[in-house]
């Protein structure tokens, strides 16, 4: 028996089992204590005692080395010691290097993703394969559970190239009832690959096609698993399901598996775990500075502390270090961490893990974003590079309110939509303004941008892609409910930015005030009325460009007599088509019109004209 088996003081000490979740939890204190105990009665060449020495290797071999080691623990060890017994060991405890690859199972309810999780995974977290009392009561999957597997050796190339001796894949199982689109849009954020569970027996239905829509936003990598195939009528019905997927998703042969994931028939489970050993890379990392974590489960271990689950999604943590959570306005130090029930010291993004917290309430906090201190900051309003969703059938309106999500995150938020010439937002150009999001041949070229002005403040990544839809839209009208989605290009972070930062954004109408030519004064003059009111002050217009319905360009002199009426100078002469027009008996009006642009967010309301 090794010492990592022994029932020592230290190993009772130091791992504790909750009945919810078989979590184990480093008591730090009572490391601390053994160490400080070997460094006061270090005897011998070392200084080291034959028994505490054991002790300090039980704790290596537990997988506590880096806590020895860390900056909290480090004055308590011996220099003699470390240098002759522990300097050689972190190179065994760190060799053994662990890649995580996040893999999301998505489709329409009922087409076999939970049983597909169980039968591909070997670790389940508590909240994996519907082991929610109400989950188990309706037989369908309200939340996203959790389970893992580990890739059979040969490794990727590329993953081992990076110094990894092991590939954990992590499944994410998501609902597919279609009244719980937003946790299927927050399952999206974490992943680097998405499963699209089709029943063979049903084919393509709504959430089908919605999970397709979510894959072209949050993750082109996807798997098409053709599952219940011993419930296919024929061969037949396969292969046109199998064309039919191809039209709507670009997947070729080796991305396309049928399976049979009922217990006692399993069927294409290896083959989809090839498959997926095959989608596996090396994850672009984020260059934004600090750690960002998306917390989905939160609960509490008694005499412990507060355990947060979640995904990190850019930077590094160890334990000891201090987190915050922004939406509760605390901070708390890591006391240890865990990667499916294994402790571990340090974690980096794409790692799914549990924090262990010193204690907070855990009911304030059912998911949100845990980050490096004073990363995140409120948001009021933010811009975003905005692109439709051609299945959305629906008018999309400026001044329009959307349910944004981002990651586990949903708010309801006032929508205008604008273009400008270049494709980068630059918050000094013109934009014009656009009365719904509708890309036509006259603005195709056109880059768009949408205005959200969130109805509260917003805790959000400064690069987070943000996701419109109707989540209150009828769910039985079998209509697809996500209308467009963008990267955040812009945010605005004072409470009253309408008063002052954003007057900067130039959005403008264009705007226009007609009136028709009464008669002509002389061959370069013209009184006109119909554009003003009598008590309109014509002052404020004088020198203003105007052009009349017949071609001719001009300017406003300023008024004559009253009732509203004008004077009208054409510096190049009035033709003679136009004066026989003004003069006719025929009614056929000659218009003056004004153009000018207004800009939206101008508090002062004024009129401008182009140079």
Known sequence: MGPADTDTPINKHTRRNNQEDTWSLVNIDTAYDCLTKIKEHGTGADGIPNKLYQAAVHLISSHLWNIINSSLLSSAVPVAFKNAHITSIPKM?????????????????????????????????????DKNPQSKERGITLDMGFS????????????????????????VDSPGHASLLRTVLGAASIIDLIILVVDCSSGIQTQTA???????????????????????IDSRQIEKLVKRIRRVVPVNDREIVSTCA?????????????????????????NKRGMLLAADHCFAIKGQGTIITGTVLRGALSCGDDVEIPSLGIRRRIKSMQAFRKPISNAMAGDRIGLCLTQFDPENLERGWVCSPSLLLPIHAAIIKVTPIVHYKQQIPSRCKFHIVIAHEVILASVSFFTGVQSQFNLDAKYLHQDELRIT????????????????????????????????????????????????????????????????????????????????????????????????????????????????????????????????????????????????????????????????????KKMYQEE
């Open 210 to 232: 919605e999970c397709i829509i979510v894959s072209e936003i949050v993750c082109p990598h996807i798997i098409v698993v053709l599952n219940k195939v011993d419930l296919a």
């Open 148 to 171: 893992s597997f580990s890739l059979d050796p040969p490794l990727p190339e590329s993953i081992s190239k990076e110094g990894y001796s092991e590939v954990r894949v992590t499944l």
């Open 93 to 129: 405890a760190n060799s053994h290097r662990i890649y995580n690859f996040n893999v999301g199972l998505m489709g329409h309810v009922d087409c076999g993703k939970t049983s597909l999780c169980k039968a591909l995974s070997s670790i389940a977290s508590t909240a994996a394969f």
């Open 262 to 286: 009922l217990e006692g028939k399993f069927l294409g489970i290896d083959s989809l775990k090839k498959a997926i050993h095959n989608s596996i890379r090396v994850r672009t990392l984020s």
């Open 441 to 604: 041949s006259q603005n195709k070229d056109s880059s768009w941008f949408a205005l959200l002005e969130f109805e509260r403040a917003l805790l959000c990544p400064d690069d987070a892609v943000l996701i419109g839809c109707k989540l209150d839209a009828d769910i039985k009208a079998n209509n697809c409910r996500i209308a467009f989605h963008g990267a955040i290009v812009h945010t605005f972070a004072e409470k009253n930015y309408r008063d002052h930062s954003l007057t900067r954004l130039k959005v403008y109408k264009n705007k226009e005030k007609r009136g028709i030519i009464e008669r002509a004064n002389d061959s370069n003059t013209l009184i006109c009325k119909g554009m003003f009111k009598k008590e309109t002050d014509i002052t404020k217009f004088t020198n203003m460009k105007v052009k009349l319905s017949t071609g001719e360009k001009g300017y406003i002199q300023g008024s004559f007599a009253s009732q509203g009426k004008f004077k009208v100078y054409v510096p190049s002469g009035i033709t003679n088509t136009t004066k026989e027009l003004i003069i006719s008996k025929d009614n056929n009006h000659v218009e003056v019109i004004l153009p000018f642009i207004k800009y939206n967010f101008d508090r002062n």
